[in-house]
């Protein structure tokens, strides 16, 4: 079955301990990307990689850290949370840029 | 800067018609989607919009302008499971930037 894989769905934290949300896919898709999703502001872009080697920074990217080594994984790094990273986040695929993109379930962080 | 409206909520009757409204201005324009995202759910794709006009999806119809910035998704024959909150999106210069969302409520 086609997907996007997100894993924690559910983390609670602390305020300073590393983090890691990994996203793989299985459909062979060049673009990723990493959204946080935030009530009354909608998706916000953090990262985005249009292949291997080659990421970019989204909107609000401060915080935050990705790394695309391999096509399939798209990983999020949160070297330091805070309380405002706190959020809904949902990462996505597609073939390739301009297409539309295919949503994992999200993961709900909780930064104490 | 690059800013995309949408009304916050809509209410309409179930069996109904209901068209929501998106205006954008963004520094490049490579395409809009709207996607469908049920509460606590993924976004999920609906329809794309590259060249003006408007494409039609079985009860799901998009409409595009460029000239004006704008664009509708028109929901016919509405269904209770339609109750979700629909999201504009456009692709500008590699990024996707994204509306608010608009809350859709259905009633009986």
């Known amino acids: 079955e086609a997907q996007v894989t997100q894993n924690p769905r559910y983390l609670i934290t602390v305020t300073g301990k590393k983090l890691t949300v990994t996203c793989s896919q299985n459909?062979?898709?060049?673009?990723m990307s990493w959204y946080r999703q935030d009530p009354g502001l909608g998706l916000r872009q953090i990262y985005y990689?249009?292949?291997?080697?080659?990421?970019d920074k989204g909107d609000v990217p401060e915080g935050y850290k990705v790394s695309r080594k391999e096509k399939r994984n798209f990983p999020l790094i949160l070297e330091s949370p805070s309380p405002n990273q706190t959020s809904l986040y949902f990462c996505?695929?597609?073939?390739?840029?301009?297409?539309?993109?295919?949503f994992g379930d999200g993961t709900r962080l909780s930064i104490l | 800067g690059q800013n995309i409206d949408q009304p916050t909520e809509m209410t309409a009757t179930e069996g109904a018609i209901v068209q929501i409204n998106c205006t954008y201005q963004?520094?490049?324009?490579?395409?809009l989607f709207w996607y469908q995202q049920h509460a606590g759910e993924a976004p999920t794709f609906l329809s794309y919009?590259?060249l003006d006009g408007l494409e039609e999806k079985g009860r799901f119809s998009s409409f595009l302008s460029r000239s004006k910035g704008y664009s509708y998704l028109l929901l016919k024959e509405l269904q209770m499971k339609d109750s979700a909150s629909y999201l504009c999106?456009?692709?500008?210069?590699?990024?996707?930037?994204w509306g608010a969302g608009t809350k859709l409520i259905i009633k009986p």
């Open positions: 996505a695929s597609s073939p390739d840029w301009g297409q539309p993109q295919h």
């Open positions: 459909m062979n898709h060049e673009y």
């Open positions: 990689s249009m292949n291997v080697e080659v990421t």
């Open positions: 963004t520094s490049g324009f490579n395409g």
């Open positions: 919009n590259v």
């Open positions: 999106a456009v692709y500008s210069n590699y990024q996707l930037i």
